[in-house]
T-cell receptor, first 113, second 110 residues
Framework: KAGVTQTPRYLIKTRGQQVTLSCSPI?????VSWYQQTPGQGLQFLFE???????NKGNFPGRFSGRQFSNSRSEMNVSTLELGDSALYLC????????????FGPGTRLTVL | AQSVTQLDSQVPVFEEAPVELRCNYS??????LFWYVQYPNQGLQLLLK??????LVKGINGFEAEFNKSQTSFHLRKPSVHISDTAEYFC????????FGAGTTVTVRA
């Protein structure tokens, strides 16, 4: 069974631009969660989508948004990029609930210049 | 709200020696606890999880953890480490979302 895939793996943007990251979950998984990982803040929860609905949201500004499609693939968008948005963005999928094992993708490394 | 505190940021250990990574949690609801490992330039991989039942949980790669409700702890142990265990380890608690600790970097030396 193929794992969670994230595209692109690396991305360089400049301040003020916007970016869209993509995540394809494991086949059959309906829950997709997004996390931001930085050396200073560690792993922080961004949001979770289940059956195309945002089920939970972390404490991030409205510049961070996401969506999920009917095939469970998910995208997250960051508008008006700031230097502090430089991070590894991880996507995780699970069958249904947050208590199910979450399977993580390799991440997208975003650098904002 | 739930939170996790990993008590050690870095743990150096010699090959074939035992290792213990400490994790304390706080949660106002039912507790589901996890340990994940992150190898360099990779995503996270589940080592083990506690949902209910036996307080001693066995995971992959010889790791085990013990859930202690009275001490609100979920420490991770391995009796004999290998060089390949060098990685960052994260404790996490699940309530309405998965909350991670700051991570413990384990460096195994020959």
């Amino acid at each position: 069974k193929a794992g969670v895939t994230q595209t692109p793996r690396y991305l360089i943007k400049t301040r003020g631009q916007q970016v869209t990251l993509s995540c394809s979950p494991i086949s059959g998984h309906r829950s997709v969660s997004w996390y931001q990982q930085t050396p200073g803040q560690g792993l922080q929860f961004l949001f979770e989508y289940f059956s195309e609905t945002q089920r939970n949201k972390g404490n991030f500004p409205g510049r961070f948004s996401g969506r999920q499609f009917s095939n469970s693939r998910s995208e997250m968008n960051v508008s008006t990029l700031e230097l502090g948005d430089s991070a590894l963005y991880l996507c995780a999928s699970s069958l249904n609930r947050m208590t199910d094992t979450q399977y993580f993708g390799p991440g997208t490394r975003l650098t904002v210049l | 709200a739930q939170s996790v505190t990993q008590l050690d940021s870095q743990v150096p250990v010699f090959e074939e020696a035992p290792v213990e990574l400490r994790c304390n949690y706080s949660s106002s609801v039912s507790v589901y606890l996890f340990w994940y490992v992150q190898y360099p330039n990779q995503g996270l991989q589940l080592l083990l999880k506690y949902l209910s039942g036996s307080t001693l949980v066995k995971g992959i790669n010889g790791f085990e953890a013990e859930f202690n409700k009275s001490q609100t702890s979920f420490h991770l142990r391995k009796p004999s480490v290998h060089i390949s265990d060098t990685a960052e380890y994260f404790c996490a608690v699940s309530g309405d979302k998965l909350s991670f600790g700051a991570g413990t970097t384990v460096t195994v030396r020959a």
